[in-house]
């Protein structure tokens, strides 16, 4: 399992890291990070996991704030933090739908996690986990409190600025001192336990039935077919968790598989077996998705073939000249001209 989070889960951190008198840009370059993954733009770039834990790590070490993540995550809007999916959460019925909405879609903001809804007759466990081993959670604290912390805020949202959970669970264990942890409580307005099953909030099942007043049903059919359109084209699976860090990788310029390898935080070696697993290889991946990017750029866009083929990751056209006869029979221009015939 490749464990990755979008770039959009940072929204908000350099102003927060700058108001608590640290550099955020020099956190960053410690954890390997790259600048630009702060950029709007690159709200959708996906990040190594591990990265993303250590950059809110060093932050909460370094501004001497324990509960740095958990700030983070309470100031976060949903549609800053989730995209697209905060617009259909946004305009959900009530709040257990928006809910059932974000577990169904959350692979998109944290690959490799899942959320869950459990409730018996009175109370609601709103869980964040990492798939595989539950032991991982204890070296991702950071992320699950930056989740909670999201997740409050989300509440917050749908329901109203006074809500707040019964109780506030977390599966690692509780910082020192005792000041540092009364800090949580009071971000959460909640009792807060420690060393518990699950990072989750607590609330009354009630709740999950309160209607939304921003509710939206033309607009919330709307976001969710584009959710679904983005389901089936973005499955949660290795190859297209590669394929996904591939097109990031081309974008950068870098696209080798060693750079492919530390956008997912594991060895080429693993990638390379994981691929196999399935069938599939990175050289194939690769190909795949330069076929296709070429072909959308040829096709549609009034770069120059030189552009073209540096932007697929060729350092010469006539590389992509070879690649475009193998993939569709003719060369680059022969292939714009086809198109343009055929409009």
Not at 74 to 102: F, N, V
Not at 129 to 152: D, I, T, V, Y
Request: charged share 25%; aromatic share 8%; proline share 4%.
């Amino acid at each position: 399992m490749i464990y990755s989070v979008r770039a959009g889960s940072l929204h908000g951190y350099a102003d927060l890291v700058s108001s608590l008198g640290q550099d955020p840009l020099a956190l960053l370059t410690e954890t390997g990070l790259p600048r630009e993954c702060l950029l709007p733009d690159r709200e959708d770039d996906y990040l190594p996991l591990e990265q993303f834990e250590l950059a809110l790590a060093l932050a909460a070490s370094r501004c001497a704030t324990a509960e740095f993540a958990v700030m983070l995550g309470s100031r976060q809007q949903p549609q800053a933090l989730l995209g697209a999916l905060g617009y259909a959460l946004q305009h959900s019925s009530t709040a257990g739908a928006a809910l059932q909405e974000l577990r169904r879609y959350f692979f998109f903001q944290v690959r490799g996690a899942r959320l869950e809804l459990d409730a018996d007759r009175s109370t609601v466990s709103f869980s964040f986990a990492l798939a595989g081993n539950p032991s991982l959670m204890a070296s991702f604290r950071h992320s699950a409190e930056l989740c909670l912390g999201a997740g409050l805020s989300l509440m917050r949202q749908l329901i109203g600025v006074r809500w707040s959970p019964a109780a506030v669970h977390f599966f690692h264990e509780p910082p020192e001192p005792r000041a540092v942890r009364a800090r949580y409580e009071r971000l959460f307005a909640a009792p807060v336990r420690w060393d518990q099953p699950a990072n989750a909030l607590i609330f009354p099942r009630s709740d999950l039935d309160r209607p939304l007043e921003s509710a939206d049903a033309g607009l919330q059919a709307l976001t969710h077919r584009y959710l679904e359109q983005l389901r089936r084209a973005y499955q949660d699976d290795f190859k297209a968790q590669t394929t996904s860090m591939i097109e990031h990788a081309l974008k950068s310029g870098r696209c080798s598989i060693d750079e492919v390898a530390a956008l997912s935080g594991i060895h080429r070696r693993t990638l390379h077996r994981r691929l196999a697993a399935e069938g599939a290889s990175f050289r194939e991946l690769l190909d795949q998705v330069r076929r296709r990017l070429a072909r959308r750029l040829l096709t549609t866009s009034k770069l120059s073939v030189a552009e073209i083929a540096e932007l697929v990751g060729y350092s010469e056209t006539s590389a992509l000249t070879r690649a475009c006869r193998r993939w569709f029979g003719c060369s680059p221009r022969a292939l714009r001209r086809n198109a343009k015939t055929a409009e």
